[in-house]
């Protein structure tokens, strides 16, 4: 079992960045794929972007792309997203996700096991 825990979000203006983390509990953090997804309010949640294992796959949301980038590390049990250029419509509660299948078995939200709390992301105009 592995417990996750989001830092990073916040308020900033359009334009801006932030880096959000999540860690993770256990020794086995190498082993499980990674998400990041976000929910806004009255919307479903939706994939924002993914890693594999070892960190040499990653997959990102055509709303993302080019602009949010997902990493990890590891050695500190840790997985970044990293959202430059943001804009109001990335307001949203984001999540990270874990799941032990390889990441090219992974199709949606209902195929990651674990997930964190949640940290709110705001972009104001």
């Known amino acids: 079992q592995v417990q996750l825990v989001e830092s990073g979000g916040g308020l900033v203006q359009a334009g801006g960045s932030l880096r959000l983390s999540c860690a993770a509990s256990?020794?086995?953090?190498?082993?499980?794929?990674m998400g990041w997804f976000r929910q806004a309010p009255g919307k479903e949640r939706e994939f924002a972007a993914a890693i594999s294992q070892s960190g040499s796959s990653t997959y990102y949301a055509a709303s993302g792309k080019g602009r949010f980038t997902i990493s990890r590390d590891n050695a500190k049990n840790t997985v970044y997203l990293q959202m430059n250029s943001l804009k109001p419509e990335d307001t949203a509660v984001y999540y990270c996700a874990a799941d032990r299948s390889p990441l090219r078995a992974i199709r949606g939200p209902t195929d990651y096991e674990y997930w964190g709390q949640g940290t709110q992301v705001t972009v104001s105009s």
């Open positions: 256990g020794r086995t953090f190498s082993t499980y794929a």
